[in-house]
């Protein structure tokens, strides 16, 4: 229990905080760091888009689902670039 006791008054004597006026913006730069790494961490894949396409297709939307793949450059969703998945999905809630 001692050693726990002296841990703490340790902490409480070496510890600091930094000296900052701009807590403020300080914080929102920290927020806008977690939201871009929570963004990349989001990478759609082909598994996130196809339930939606083949929904969208079953609803009787396959015209649309292959103009939708068209627009990607693509004939399948195998073909469309990774890059292009998460804008492709956004489109695809669309026709929902």
């Given amino acids: 229990m001692d050693t726990?006791?002296?841990a703490l008054e340790w902490i409480r004597e070496n510890a600091t905080i930094p000296e900052r006026d701009d807590w403020e913006e300080y914080k929102k730069e920290e927020l806008a760091r977690d939201a871009a790494l929570e963004e990349k961490e989001k990478l759609i894949t082909i598994e996130d888009v196809r339930p939606v396409l083949a929904?969208?297709?079953?609803?009787?939307?396959?015209?649309?689902?292959?103009?939708?793949?068209?627009?990607?450059?693509a004939n399948k969703l195998s073909e469309v670039k990774s890059e292009d998945l998460t804008a492709l999905l956004k489109d695809a809630e669309v026709l929902k």
């Fill in 55 to 73: 929904d969208i297709s079953r609803n009787g939307h396959t015209a649309d689902v292959k103009e939708l793949l068209k627009k990607y450059g």
């Fill in 4 to 6: 726990v006791i002296n």
